[in-house]
């Protein structure tokens, strides 16, 4: 299998990448899981290649790949902690600190729990 190749798989693992952010950043779930399933697919037509040595043309692309994933990761994260906030606030248990009993008053002091 030629450079070319596993350079067009990392190119599909970008271009799924920046398809998962636009999804993300519209909330758009059946783009989100086509993306999804797009860059899964990529990932293992790269996986395919197995652990040779790349170049830096191929070097690059992977770590333009790895750059827009911990950038979907953050997407992930800051939408998780504000269902999390959010689901305090209707709950009433925005102002229990993480790790109190279920079921407790908020008392003054005791602080709003965490939600990164």
């Known amino acids: 299998m030629s450079s070319a190749t596993r350079?067009?798989?990392?190119?599909?693992?970008?271009?799924?990448?920046h398809a998962e952010i636009a999804a993300l950043k519209v909330n758009d779930v059946a783009a989100l899981e086509r993306a999804t399933a797009d860059k899964l697919a990529m990932i293992?037509?790269?996986?395919?290649?197995?652990?040779?040595?790349?170049?830096?043309?191929?070097?690059?692309?992977?770590?333009?790949?790895?750059r827009l994933n911990e950038t979907c990761r953050i997407y992930v994260n800051l939408m998780a902690a504000n269902v999390r906030r959010r689901l305090q606030t209707l709950t009433g248990s925005a102002g229990v600190a993480v790790g109190s009993a279920p079921g407790s008053v908020?008392?003054?002091?005791?602080?709003?729990?965490?939600?990164?």
């Open 106 to 116: 908020y008392r003054p002091g005791m602080g709003i729990a965490a939600y990164a």
């Open 7 to 17: 350079r067009d798989a990392l190119i599909g693992v970008i271009e799924a990448l």
């Open 44 to 66: 293992e037509a790269v996986a395919a290649f197995g652990q040779a040595p790349v170049g830096d043309d191929l070097r690059a692309l992977a770590e333009e790949a790895h």
